[in-house]
């Protein structure tokens, strides 16, 4: 047997024992979408994310980072939750450019098609590099414009114990935090609208601790690269990393605590930041919780003692849930049988997509109450790096569908 993860509070059975989303059946909801595989986002979750995020941290804007969930009717009940949208790409660009909200772009490798999109839309670019200053430069004197322009820094540390190790290492994001005050001094000289700093250290942070570290000894970076240079930053982001439980014996992070320190901090930052506004970028954090990947089982069978449910979804739409997005171990997710919900587990099963792969595992030797042919299965923590984070053009199996309630 092997321990699945929580499944994140809120989620509850109705007076059959049957799953309900932001209080609708389960199998309900498949059947106004027109079928399995499903992901349901439940904006109430969303909003009710935002608000905790607001009683922490006021005062600090609060951007969405579109690359966790780009689902177009989800942007739409973000864009009146949140103070900007964070974009990696001209297609993430184009994805909210309609929202009315400010926008950043960041990304290693954005083409000059993609930096012009940007200059002429009047969106801040997180440089990444001293080459792509240059090139931003370059494009908005031809264009005659007056470029928005940030500077991602690559930090001299990292967010210890996250999913991801970033800072404190070469790296294609950001440019080096001792080479960043001359990179803003030339920026400035070169007339552009220099918007201030971006640092984002790391993701999937679950330890309050190690956030308030990285977030004060970002604040310090952030007001010493403005001394160097000599020019106090509209706006530095802090960057984000605000992690999620997924599997057993994860504990959800004190974003209280977080927000506490923050306050500090900030009370006690050095003069060349007092007029400056300080952001937040979150992806998971304000959706991984809010979505649910509901899926069908199409066989159920056994096979030298052990028994399968074999469904019509897999990590063509869930890569993340099948251990493959960047784990270095695989532990099961959050899993349970939609119709049975209230019941007891009672039986040890492997449940897999219907992909011709090994890899394709939703939920290995798992306890859960029993299903049979045709019961949903519910795999929770779906809401971020979900469908757009996965192989979707592997084994040519239909799309999932999306919904957002
Ligand atoms: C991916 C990313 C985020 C979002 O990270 P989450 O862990 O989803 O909150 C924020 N900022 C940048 C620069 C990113 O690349």
Known sequence: ???????????????????TIGGWDAEMLVNEAGGTPL?????????????????????????????ANPYAPL?????????????????????????????????????????????????????????EADRALAIAQREGLTPKLAVR??????????????????????????????????????????????????????????????????????????????????EVNLGGGFGIPYFAKDQPLNVEAVGDALAKTLAGRPKILADTQFAIELGRWLVGEAGVYLTRIIARKESRGRTFHVTDGGLQHQLAASGNFGQLLRRNYPVAIAGRFGSAADEEVTITGCLCTPLDLLADEAMLPRAEVGDLVAI??????????SPTAFLSQPMAREMLI
């Open 153 to 234: 820094v690559n930090p001299p540390f990292g967010l210890k114990g996250s999913g991801q190790k970033m800072g404190g290492l070469p790296s294609q994001f950001g440019v080096d935090h001792d080479r960043a005050p001359a990179l803003v001094r030339r920026l400035i000289e070169a007339g552009a609208d220099w918007r201030g700093l971006h640092i984002f250290a790391g993701s999937q942070a679950l330890h309050a601790d190690a956030l308030i570290e990285l977030q004060h000894d970002t604040v310090a970076l952030a007001a010493s690269i403005a001394e160097e240079a000599g020019h106090p930053p509209p």
């Open 39 to 67: 992901f349901v986002y439940d904006s109430r979750r969303i909003a009710d994310q935002v608000s905790r995020f607001r009683a922490a941290f006021p005062g600090v804007a609060l951007h969405y980072a579109v690359k």
């Open 75 to 131: 942007l739409e009940a973000m864009a009146v939750l949140v103070d900007g949208f964070d974009t990696a790409s001209a297609g993430e660009l184009g994805k909210v450019a309609h929202l009315a909200l400010p926008i950043s772009f960041a990304g290693p490798g954005k083409r000059d098609q993609e930096l012009e999109t940007a200059i002429r839309a009047g969106i801040t670019v997180n440089l990444e590099s001293e080459g």
């Open 1 to 19: 047997m092997k321990a699945l993860g929580p499944i994140p509070a809120g989620y509850e059975a109705d007076g059959d024992g049957r799953l």
């Open 380 to 389: 929770f923590c779906a809401g971020a790096y979900g469908l757009s984070a």
